[in-house]
């Protein structure tokens, strides 16, 4: 059976006090032996009080974005080995805003931000320092409507997948996230993320072999919170759930991982 996770998003929020209250907060309800992954990504800058406030707890640690080169002349950037030093077990690759909305603009004004090929760099710098990436898929509203959402996702899968290997594939995670769900209040239906769950996972296994397909975690992302948060991680493909605004607070993101139990069936 896939372990599930509860994976919290911390973006550009909280502050070092904050950070250290919120981990100790959650360790304090977390039992060691728990069965699921709890996960939380601050802020690089909070990284090392973090994993130090998770030390001896079931709480892991994740950065939110990476550079694909080991070193060098690369300003404001940090690398995977810089992460794992920082105490990191994950990151984050691809999340919407790193493909949508950080970047320049192009000539008509449009956010260029990262590809899939740069993606697709990203995940095999991970997996060479040891990390364990979290790829994040999913469509526009506008690509939603266009009813281009298997095909956007397939070809975010193909493009950020391309020579990875099935052993590294299996071992990661995939985040669907559909970009107008994202801090929006608007959650898919459980109908809709099931389905795009069933997608990435059949693409896999066209892309590699049934057996990755079935080891490799995929979570929901947008607009998680408490009290959705069981319904969505009821079809037995959701795996888990990447959650952004609602990990901030303790008790929210307690009553996000006690859905994840009631809805695999935990206790
Ligand atoms: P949200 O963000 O839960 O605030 O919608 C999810 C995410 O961006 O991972």
Known sequence: MRRPMV????????????????IRGLAAKLSSNAPIDVTVFPPFVYLFAASQAAQ??????????LWPETKG???GEVSAE????????YVLVGHSERRHTIGGADREGRTVGEDDALLNRKLKAARAAGLTPVLCVGETLAERDAAQTQAVLTS?????????????????????EPVWAIGT????????????????????????DARTAELVRILYGG?????????????????????????????????????????????
């Open 7 to 22: 994976a919290g998003n911390w973006k550009m929020n909280m502050t070092l006090a904050g950070t250290r209250e919120l």
């Open 82 to 89: 810089m992460l794992r030093e920082a105490g990191c077990r």
């Open 56 to 65: 001896d707890t079931p709480i892991r640690i994740g950065g939110q974005n």
């Open 185 to 208: 209040g608007r959650t898919a239906t459980v109908e809709q993320a099931d389905e795009a769950h069933r997608h990435i996972r059949a693409e896999i296994a066209r892309m590699f």
């Open 156 to 176: 975010q899968l193909e493009g950020g997948l391309r020579g990875q290997s099935s052993a590294h594939v299996a071992m990661m995670l995939i985040a669907y």
């Open 223 to 267: 607009s998680v919170k408490a009290s959705n948060s069981k319904e969505l991680m009821t079809p037995p493909g959701v795996d888990g759930v990447l959650v952004g605004g609602a990990s901030l607070a303790v008790d929210e993101f307690l009553g996000i991982i006690s859905g994840c139990f009631s809805a695999k069936g935990l206790g």
């Open 73 to 75: 002349a690369f300003t």
